[in-house]
């Protein structure tokens, strides 16, 4: 069996929460994940944004970095990137088998998918002599494996109620989840929730560690990260704060050039909370392609959509598609037709097309022919599936896409 058909096994089996089993197979890969210091960064939104940004940054201050990211959208490889450019696929290959090996020494460890993948990171890491590694959590923090990092300084974004069936089912579950990335004697940078609650939370598990950073300085979640990064190279001694980037889905500007003749925004938003936040923005009439993955409760998390499709006529058509990557299923374009007629947006115009490459196309020709802008939204698979679809069309390096610095 090839190491790839290895990992892919390892799919079916979710999500796992816990530290066991990749204490154990990183003790029996010499303990790669302490050759270095690490940023550890936590949140519901945002993190991914905040880490590239870091990332860029560190870099461009001369230090050798490495980022580790989840999901990825095209690729396995690029939740693994040196200096911003994703690993080969020789060497991650290679890696993830030196992963297999020790998962199978007796006794047997299975780690999960994203385990195999941050194991396969934090050795690309060491091999690589990295002076700062960015590190992404991929669920929660408690009990995500990224918390077996040697970190000094840890950062925690928005707490909002998401992945409800793993974290809890209130904000101050979620929140205690999150907040315990932090470690003894080590600086906690959180965004200054508004819930009384969440911030009491965050108080008592980082004590004198917290540092809050004001919510009223971040408008923006790619933009005004800028300030949390300006702290941090602050903080590390860095040369710059700055570092030229393009985060595929988040950064602004991204992607504005795929439909001929037709501007084009590319949002990852995919929960309640920045579903709202980038919808509610300020832009030209727009038409709207979306497309979701499974959701524990799919209801709450298109009500802001409908709420702004339907306030005003910034969105006179919605296009359907589903995305076909992802650790979760796609919902299908049928159901989310019934929900949204279900919730009141029977009135406005929907076309579907379940096939993203196709949907994408038609959605820019409704722009073109309305003299309109599109908005592509509802799930980072989504936007992974039409920067394949772009870089097949148009003939360019996916390496060189996947490079964010």
Same mark, same amino acid.
């Given at each position: 069996?090839?190491?790839?058909?290895?990992?892919?096994?390892?799919?079916?089996?979710?999500?796992?929460?816990?530290?066991?089993?990749?204490?154990?197979?990183?003790?029996?890969?010499?303990?790669?994940?302490?050759?270095? *210091?690490?940023?550890?960064?936590?949140?519901?939104?945002?993190?991914?944004?905040?880490?590239? %940004?870091?990332?860029?940054?560190?870099? &461009?201050?001369?230090?050798?970095?490495?980022?580790?990211?989840?999901?990825?959208?095209?690729?396995?490889?690029?939740?693994?990137?040196?200096?911003?450019?994703?690993?080969?696929?020789?060497?991650?290959?290679?890696?993830?088998? /030196?992963?297999?090996?020790?998962?199978?020494?007796?006794? /047997?460890?299975?780690?999960?998918?994203? +385990?195999?993948?941050?194991?396969?990171?934090?050795?690309?890491?060491?091999?690589?002599?990295?002076?700062?590694?960015?590190? @992404?959590?991929?669920?929660?923090?408690?009990?995500?494996?990224?918390?077996?990092?040697?970190?000094?300084?840890?950062?925690?974004?928005?707490?909002?109620?998401?992945?409800?069936?793993? =974290?809890?089912?209130? =904000?101050?579950?979620?929140?205690?989840?999150? &907040?315990?990335?932090?470690?003894?004697?080590?600086?906690?940078?959180?965004?200054?929730?508004?819930?009384?609650?969440?911030?009491?939370?965050?108080? %008592?598990?980082?004590?004198?560690?917290?540092?809050?950073? *004001?919510?009223?300085?971040?408008?923006?979640?790619?933009?005004? $990260?800028?300030?949390?990064? +300006?702290?941090?190279?602050?903080?590390?001694?860095?040369?710059?704060?700055?570092?030229?980037?393009?985060?595929?889905?988040?950064? *602004?500007?991204?992607?504005?050039?795929?439909?001929?003749?037709?501007?084009?925004?590319?949002?990852?938003?995919?929960?309640?909370?920045?579903? +709202?936040?980038?919808?509610?923005?300020?832009?030209?009439?727009?038409?709207?392609?979306?497309?979701?993955?499974?959701?524990?409760?799919?209801?709450?998390?298109?009500?802001?959509?409908?709420?702004?499709?339907?306030?005003? #006529?910034?969105?006179?058509?919605?296009?359907?598609? +589903?995305?076909?990557?992802?650790?979760? *299923?796609?919902?299908?374009? @049928?159901?989310?037709?019934?929900?949204?007629? #279900?919730?009141?947006?029977?009135?406005?115009?929907?076309?579907?097309?379940?096939?993203?490459? #196709?949907?994408?196309?038609?959605?820019? %020709?409704?722009?073109?022919?309305?003299?309109?802008?599109?908005?592509?939204?509802?799930?980072?698979?989504?936007?992974?599936?039409?920067?394949? $679809?772009?870089?097949?069309?148009?003939?360019?390096?996916?390496?060189?896409? =996947?490079?964010?610095?």
């Amino acid at each position: 069996m090839s190491v790839r058909d290895w990992l892919e096994e390892r799919i079916p089996m979710g999500v796992k929460l816990g530290l066991d089993n990749c204490r154990t197979i990183l003790e029996r890969l010499g303990d790669p994940h302490l050759d270095f *210091p690490s940023i550890h960064v936590a949140g519901s939104n945002g993190k991914g944004s905040l880490c590239v %940004q870091l990332s860029a940054a560190a870099t &461009a201050s001369g230090l050798r970095t490495g980022l580790f990211t989840s999901p990825h959208l095209v690729t396995v490889e690029e939740r693994v990137r040196i200096d911003g450019r994703p690993i080969s696929s020789e060497a991650f290959d290679r890696l993830l088998g /030196a992963v297999r090996d020790a998962a199978s020494a007796e006794p /047997a460890c299975i780690p999960t998918y994203f +385990e195999a993948t941050f194991l396969t990171a934090m050795l690309a890491f060491s091999e690589a002599g990295i002076e700062r590694a960015i590190i @992404e959590t991929g669920m929660g923090g408690r009990l995500d494996a990224t918390r077996l990092i040697d970190a000094d300084l840890c950062i925690l974004t928005t707490v909002s109620l998401e992945h409800t069936e793993y =974290l809890g089912d209130t =904000l101050a579950e979620i929140a205690t989840e999150k &907040a315990a990335i932090h470690r003894p004697g080590v600086t906690l940078i959180a965004l200054e929730s508004e819930d009384a609650e969440v911030r009491r939370i965050i108080e %008592q598990t980082a004590g004198d560690d917290l540092f809050w950073w *004001p919510n009223d300085m971040l408008d923006s979640t790619w933009d005004d $990260y800028g300030w949390i990064v +300006e702290a941090v190279a602050e903080i590390g001694g860095w040369e710059t704060s700055q570092g030229e980037c393009d985060w595929p889905g988040r950064s *602004p500007g991204y992607g504005e050039d795929w439909i001929e003749g037709v501007a084009t925004r590319l949002s990852a938003a995919h929960n309640a909370e920045s579903l +709202e936040r980038d919808l509610s923005e300020t832009h030209p009439v727009s038409i709207v392609l979306l497309g979701m993955s499974e959701k524990a409760d799919l209801e709450a998390t298109l009500e802001p959509v409908v709420t702004e499709i339907c306030m005003d #006529k910034l969105f006179p058509k919605v296009v359907l598609t +589903e995305p076909q990557t992802g650790r979760n *299923p796609a919902i299908s374009v @049928e159901q989310l037709c019934e929900m949204m007629e #279900k919730m009141g947006v029977g009135h406005i115009s929907t076309a579907v097309e379940k096939d993203p490459g #196709k949907a994408f196309e038609l959605a820019g %020709q409704m722009a073109r022919e309305g003299g309109h802008q599109l908005l592509v939204i509802g799930s980072v698979y989504l936007i992974g599936d039409l920067l394949k $679809y772009v870089v097949e069309r148009d003939g360019l390096n996916l390496w060189d896409e =996947l490079t964010v610095h």
